[in-house]
């Protein structure tokens, strides 16, 4: 099992920055593959970012390409999402997912753990 906690959210204006962290724990933490995905009111989960077990692949939605930076510290057990220059349409319930294997997936449906979420609200 591997359990994950999300810390982080907030209300921001748009334009400002706001970073998210997600500590992980269980078996073999540092070979699992982590992402961040978001859902907004009345929408489907959406792919955010995701890194690979190393760290070394980190693979971006086009709407946050160059706003958002994954990052992970396995000796720390956290992912983090550094997101900068937010926009309104970036509300939303952000959410932690690891993948127990070393294979990047954008698909929701492969991930096999999840946090709580916690919620990022961006404001005009």
């Known amino acids: 099992q591997v359990q994950l906690v999300e810390s982080g959210g907030g209300l921001v204006q748009a334009g400002g920055s706001l970073r998210l962290s997600c500590a992980y724990s269980?078996?073999?933490?540092?070979?699992?593959?982590m992402g961040w995905f978001h859902q907004a009111p009345g929408k489907e989960r959406e792919f955010v970012a995701a890194?690979?077990?190393?760290?070394?692949?980190?693979y971006y939605a086009d709407s946050v390409k160059g706003r958002f930076t994954i990052s992970r510290d396995n000796a720390k057990n956290t992912v983090s999402l550094q997101m900068n220059s937010l926009k309104p349409e970036d509300t939303a319930v952000y959410y932690c997912?690891?993948?127990?294997?070393?294979?990047?997936?954008?698909?929701?449906?492969?991930?096999?753990?999840w946090g709580q979420g916690t919620q990022v609200t961006v404001s005009s």
């Open positions: 269980g078996r073999t933490v540092s070979s699992v593959t």
């Open positions: 890194i690979s077990w190393t760290g070394g692949g980190t």
């Open positions: 997912a690891a993948r127990s294997t070393k294979l990047v997936s954008r698909r929701g449906r492969d991930y096999d753990y």
